[in-house]
């Protein structure tokens, strides 16, 4: 569906949006547009030297941010699909900030919406997390926030054809300010600072969080909010694999961190159908018959009291599945 169409994606400079750039030039090399929307110009810079202008005349940059509802009309001229991927996302920082988390993530995320719907965007998504289920921090909760903005955004699209779904999922392996990539940093010290030695966390790789974008722009029917099914790990597992025997200093849980983190609560599971490998969470209002989407994925509603959390997870990576991913998707010369 993205043949010779125009895209346009928020916080196109971070690690998402490189990837998913990367991989709609491998898959769509006869898409119309790519444009990367983001407020970093050294990152547009960096990022356009892997581009030449020659090879790839379908890029564009544009400088803007998600506040700027003038500057984000003018970037969705004529464009057909939007991936909103603009976020501030580090918990610290939201706590620390917090107006500055819902400029960003709450009105820049009804901005993305209002210009999609003024434009004549087709299908837009936007990239949600774990955090946003049963938030206990501020950049959880203005990430639910903006997952309810998107879904009710179908009710009030009108006459024009419009769909807004959301992708939700765990922590993306590799990403920048993830613990891998700190553990990394620090095992040349001889000491790994861990929050808690019970902590777990889902894991994707970039690569799937990518592919899972595909697949809810060409299967959307809009509100849905698609959750993968995906391992989780220990952290202690993390720290084995990556530095075997170092020493643990234990720091302590950060403002706002959670010992287990989930995507689908107890309450969302009333609202959840499982298909084969992903969860979907159907719109709280619905614009569409769901007993129809149900038949259509050959799916069924979750048990009454399911949750998904990282903890109870069904699935667990061991030490070195996560030596294995490391090399695939993080550094291919790591070794121990």
Known sequence: MLSNASILITGGTGSFGKAFVKTVFERYPDVHRVIVYSRDELKQVEMAQDYPEDRFPQLRFFIGDVRDRDRLARAMEGVDVVVHAAALKHVPVCEYNPFEAIKTNVLGAQNVIEGSIDAGVERVVALSTDKAAAPINLYGATKLCSDKLFAAANNFRGSRDVRFSVVRYGNVMGSRGSVIPFFLKHRNEGCLPITDERMTRFNITLGAGVDLVFHALESMWGGEIFVPKIPSYHITDVAEAVAPGCRIELVGIRPGEKLHEEMITETDSLSTVDLADKFVILPSMPVWDTDEFIAAHNGRMCDPGFRYSSGEN????????????????????FSV
């Open 314 to 333: 069904d699935e667990w990576l061991t030490v070195e599945q996560i030596r294995e991913l490391i090399r695939a998707h993080v550094d291919s010369t």
